[in-house]
T-cell receptor, first 113, second 114 residues
Framework: EAGVVQSPRYKIIEKKQPVAFWCNPI?????LYWYLQNLGQGPELLIR????????DSQLPKDRFSAERLKGVDSTLKIQPAELGDSAVYLC???????????FGPGTRLLVL | GQSLEQPSEVTAVEGAIVQINCTYQTSGFYGLSWYQQHDGGAPTFLSYNGLDGLEETGRFSSFLSRSDSYGYLLLQELQMKDSASYFCAVIDTVGSSNTGKLIFGQGTTLQVKP
């Protein structure tokens, strides 16, 4: 079984530029999550999807961040414009129906200069 | 507010046993999970406790006491490859319903020495 796939793995951009991250969850997993992880910290939820519906986006900075999950499978997270403080690892995870069990992708390491 | 506390660093020798504690104060609680993350890698699910008591999975065990808002991860027969960060995570609730949302602690860096 293929795991969660994310791309790109690394991204370096200048501040004020846009950036997008892509995630393909494990086949059949209806729940998809985007997390942000700063160095030395635990992951923090940005948005959670049940199929194509965003059921929790309370921690997504909506002035610059947006996300979509078309057809309830792949998802894209976008930042426009990026700020220096957005430098972090962006993790995508998916889950089925086992409590507390999420499967994470390798993440995208973003560096904003 | 939501807070989880775990030690920032733990050091142990190969073959030993180590316990990583986690205390939590959250508005909702459905269960406690543990994740392992190697440097530059993805968090990997280790264990889940929905009820009080001990769950054992190979060399790893996890314990939960709801009344004490406390849990721990126990790693036995430590190996060098166990050097990683370990995160406890609370499953949030709305009422008594599982929201699926995980709230992570800051992580404990475990260093296993020869």
């Amino acid at each position: 079984e293929a795991g969660v796939v994310q791309s790109p793995r690394y991204k370096i951009i200048e501040k004020k530029q846009p950036v997008a991250f892509w995630c393909n969850p494990i086949s059949g997993h209806n729940t998809l999550y985007w997390y942000l992880q700063n160095l030395g910290q635990g992951p923090e939820l940005l948005i959670r999807y049940e199929n194509e519906e965003a059921v929790d986006d309370s921690q997504l900075p909506k002035d610059r961040f947006s996300a979509e999950r078309l057809k309830g499978v792949d998802s894209t997270l976008k930042i426009q414009p990026a700020e220096l403080g957005d430098s972090a690892v962006y993790l995508c995870a998916s889950s089925l129906d086992r409590p507390g069990t999420q499967y994470f992708g390798p993440g995208t390491r973003l560096l904003v200069l | 507010g939501q807070s989880l506390e775990q030690p920032s660093e733990v050091t142990a020798v190969e073959g030993a046993i180590v316990q990583i504690n986690c205390t939590y104060q959250t508005s909702g609680f459905y269960g406690l999970s543990w994740y392992q993350q190697h440097d530059g890698g993805a968090p990997t699910f280790l264990s889940y406790n929905g009820l009080d008591g001990l769950e054992e999975t190979g060399r790893f065990s996890s314990f939960l006491s709801r009344s004490d808002s406390y849990g721990y991860l126990l790693l036995q027969e430590l190996q060098m490859k166990d050097s990683a960060s370990y995160f406890c995570a609370v499953i949030d609730t709305v009422g008594s319903s599982n929201t699926g949302k995980l709230i992570f602690g800051q992580g404990t860096t475990l260093q296993v020495k020869p």
